[in-house]
């Protein structure tokens, strides 16, 4: 019993102390967003930058504790209410759900190389090819 | 109210969408997405004629559908999508075109979004209408009937017509506004869902008009929303026919929230509805009544992949006789008091075997048979219990 709840707490631990970034390609007009303008582009109803460039969200799968993180810290939401958000969206046809990405890996592939590109990533000091984007309330 | 006729609108629309649809495979698709969900399970409803008529378990439990969307600039996008559903005896069975519209972007920019659709649509102004036949965006199989009226569905599923939608961040958060206005083309076979076998006629929506809005206050789990609805319908008898030349005006006052936490959410919707029949039953009959239902839904998260929901579902005929005793005495005794309400009580379980392989497992207990078919024709022969129950279950793959 006392080691389910050593366990349990490691996790907790683990996840709390798990801080995300949003990041964007490096030639996206923008240092920092709102957590609003943030939900717009997460939830798809945003679809261009500033400049008028389309926007292209990525994400990681759900269960990705980055991904849990993501969505709570920087959102505000639950995982469980964007999956709703994204398939009302695919579903009712009212628009393209988000690019789903297997790994952080591959998430900082994809947002460096793709125009208008937004995804998140894990906490870290490799920045060189990615922006960071500060959010704020 | 008095619209346009709305059919030679419809033709042309379509005709223009299907065009535009042909085209999109010669171009080039690096804008085109596509999904779809396939899922099948089974349901008994015994002493109802909700499902079959024979009380047997029923495999009539079958939802699949592939969509597409596709960018045709960046202003312009072309969605569609086509289902396959068989509910039993709840609505029509078989192939049909869901939706396919052309969605505008009128304006955009960070704080403000605005949206025309044209061509076939679906209903945005409730919390489910949407996507009611997406089976794992919906909290239970059966959804609460005193909304979601199954009798009800091919008309309330979407319209052919013009729709817009509005999303505004303000200072008191998100507000979201929704308008349409079209009409569903009813096939024989839908309006006798509708009006019963007895019917031979042919019947007719000749427009519905929505509006809606929701709020989501900033820093908030909360969800709020209002929507109206205003439709009329006409009857045309047959030479044979049971029922008179008649009309019908169908209008909705709905309430709707939601509450998002963590490991649990609650959603909840009240809707009165206005109906009132000129002639059809009897040339010169005359009848406005007011129903009015609401249900609560309480989802809770186990375990991880695994929620449990508890579903509280209230519908009365009329609302100055919930009991029904009025409505049993109108008829001379002869329909019971028990339809003329619906009181039902779920307890459902949802486990994901995978991200988008999930099975759904509920059992309803039922107090009256006001929500089962037909809503003008009361099936005495069939419905011979106020007290009843269902089961259903239903495994869902999507992608």
């Given at each position: 019993m006392n080691i389910k709840f050593a366990v349990a707490g490691f996790v907790l631990w683990a996840c709390s102390a798990l801080a995300t970034e949003v990041v964007t390609h490096p030639a996206v007009p923008m240092d920092q967003l709102t957590v609003t303008q943030l939900r717009a582009i997460y939830s798809m109803r945003q679809q261009n930058w500033p400049d008028g460039k389309a926007i292209r969200v990525f994400v990681l799968s759900a269960k990705n504790p980055i991904h849990q993180s993501f969505a709570k810290e920087k959102l505000q939401m639950f995982p469980y209410q964007l999956d709703r958000i994204w398939q009302k969206i695919t579903y009712s046809g009212l628009g393209a759900?988000?690019?789903?990405?297997?790994?952080?890996?591959?998430?900082?592939?994809?947002?460096?190389?793709?125009?208008?590109?937004?995804?998140?990533?894990?906490?870290?000091?490799?920045?060189?090819?990615?922006?960071?984007?500060?959010?704020?309330? | 109210m008095n619209y346009p006729r709305l059919k030679s609108f419809m033709l042309r629309s379509k005709l223009c969408l299907l065009l535009l649809l042909s085209c999109s495979w010669q171009l080039q698709a690096d804008?085109?997405?596509?999904?779809?969900?396939?899922?099948?399970?089974?349901?008994?409803?015994?002493?109802?004629?909700?499902?079959?008529?024979?009380?047997?378990?029923?495999?009539?439990?079958?939802?699949?559908?592939?969509?597409?969307?596709?960018?045709?600039?960046?202003?312009?996008?072309?969605?569609?999508?086509?289902?396959?559903?068989?509910?039993?005896?709840?609505?029509t069975k078989g192939t049909r075109l869901d939706y396919l519209f052309l969605d505008w972007t009128l304006y955009s920019d960070f704080d403000w979004r605005l949206n025309l659709f044209i061509g076939?649509?679906?209903?945005?102004?409730?919390?489910y209408s949407a996507t009611r036949d997406v089976p794992f965006t919906r909290n239970a199989i059966v959804l609460p009937q005193s909304v979601y009226f199954d009798s009800f569905r091919d008309i309330a599923v979407g319209s052919d017509g013009l729709a817009l939608k509005s999303t505004h961040d303000t200072s008191i958060g998100e507000i979201e506004l929704n308008w349409s206005w079209g009409a569903t083309n009813l096939s024989k076979e839908q309006g006798q869902i509708l009006l019963s076998t007895q019917a031979q006629g042919n019947a007719e929506q000749d427009y519905v008009h929505q509006a809606s809005v929701f709020w989501r206050p900033d820093q908030s789990a909360w969800q709020l929303g209002l929507s109206l609805l205003d439709s009329d319908f006409s009857y045309k008898k047959a030479e044979l026919d049971l029922y008179s030349d008649g009309a019908m005006t169908v209008q909705r006052v709905m309430l709707n929230g939601r509450y998002a936490a963590e490991y649990w959410e609650l959603s909840s919707e009240w809707v009165q509805e206005r109906l009132d029949i000129s002639d059809f039953y009897v040339p010169g009959f005359k009848r406005n009544s007011f129903s009015q239902g609401w249900y609560l839904q309480g989802r809770?998260?186990?375990?991880?992949?695994?929620?449990?929901?508890?579903?509280?579902?209230?519908?009365?005929?009329?609302?100055?006789?919930?009991?029904?005793?009025?409505?049993?005495?109108?008829?001379?005794?002869?329909?019971?008091?028990?339809?003329?309400?619906?009181?039902?009580?779920?307890?459902?379980?949802?486990?994901d075997i995978k991200d988008n392989l999930r099975l759904t497992m509920e059992h309803h207990w039922v107090k009256g048979t006001a929500r089962l078919a037909y809503p003008v024709m009361p099936d005495l022969q069939h419905n011979k219990s106020e007290y009843w129950q269902m089961w259903a279950m239903q495994l869902m793959y999507w992608f």
């Amino acid at each position: 019993m006392n080691i389910k709840f050593a366990v349990a707490g490691f996790v907790l631990w683990a996840c709390s102390a798990l801080a995300t970034e949003v990041v964007t390609h490096p030639a996206v007009p923008m240092d920092q967003l709102t957590v609003t303008q943030l939900r717009a582009i997460y939830s798809m109803r945003q679809q261009n930058w500033p400049d008028g460039k389309a926007i292209r969200v990525f994400v990681l799968s759900a269960k990705n504790p980055i991904h849990q993180s993501f969505a709570k810290e920087k959102l505000q939401m639950f995982p469980y209410q964007l999956d709703r958000i994204w398939q009302k969206i695919t579903y009712s046809g009212l628009g393209a759900a988000p690019v789903v990405l297997t790994s952080e890996q591959q998430m900082r592939e994809m947002v460096a190389n793709t125009e208008g590109a937004i995804g998140y990533i894990e906490n870290s000091d490799e920045l060189s090819t990615l922006k960071v984007i500060h959010v704020t309330q | 109210m008095n619209y346009p006729r709305l059919k030679s609108f419809m033709l042309r629309s379509k005709l223009c969408l299907l065009l535009l649809l042909s085209c999109s495979w010669q171009l080039q698709a690096d804008e085109l997405q596509w999904h779809g969900f396939i899922s099948q399970g089974l349901i008994q409803a015994p002493e109802t004629n909700f499902v079959n008529l024979d009380d047997s378990i029923s495999a009539e439990l079958t939802d699949v559908g592939v969509n597409m969307s596709w960018g045709v600039s960046e202003k312009l996008r072309l969605a569609g999508q086509a289902v396959y559903l068989d509910g039993g005896r709840r609505y029509t069975k078989g192939t049909r075109l869901d939706y396919l519209f052309l969605d505008w972007t009128l304006y955009s920019d960070f704080d403000w979004r605005l949206n025309l659709f044209i061509g076939r649509f679906k209903n945005q102004h409730w919390l489910y209408s949407a996507t009611r036949d997406v089976p794992f965006t919906r909290n239970a199989i059966v959804l609460p009937q005193s909304v979601y009226f199954d009798s009800f569905r091919d008309i309330a599923v979407g319209s052919d017509g013009l729709a817009l939608k509005s999303t505004h961040d303000t200072s008191i958060g998100e507000i979201e506004l929704n308008w349409s206005w079209g009409a569903t083309n009813l096939s024989k076979e839908q309006g006798q869902i509708l009006l019963s076998t007895q019917a031979q006629g042919n019947a007719e929506q000749d427009y519905v008009h929505q509006a809606s809005v929701f709020w989501r206050p900033d820093q908030s789990a909360w969800q709020l929303g209002l929507s109206l609805l205003d439709s009329d319908f006409s009857y045309k008898k047959a030479e044979l026919d049971l029922y008179s030349d008649g009309a019908m005006t169908v209008q909705r006052v709905m309430l709707n929230g939601r509450y998002a936490a963590e490991y649990w959410e609650l959603s909840s919707e009240w809707v009165q509805e206005r109906l009132d029949i000129s002639d059809f039953y009897v040339p010169g009959f005359k009848r406005n009544s007011f129903s009015q239902g609401w249900y609560l839904q309480g989802r809770y998260n186990l375990m991880p992949r695994t929620w449990a929901l508890l579903s509280v579902d209230i519908f009365d005929l009329d609302k100055d006789d919930r009991s029904g005793v009025k409505f049993s005495q109108s008829t001379g005794g002869m329909v019971p008091a028990y339809f003329g309400y619906q009181d039902d009580v779920t307890l459902g379980l949802t486990y994901d075997i995978k991200d988008n392989l999930r099975l759904t497992m509920e059992h309803h207990w039922v107090k009256g048979t006001a929500r089962l078919a037909y809503p003008v024709m009361p099936d005495l022969q069939h419905n011979k219990s106020e007290y009843w129950q269902m089961w259903a279950m239903q495994l869902m793959y999507w992608f």
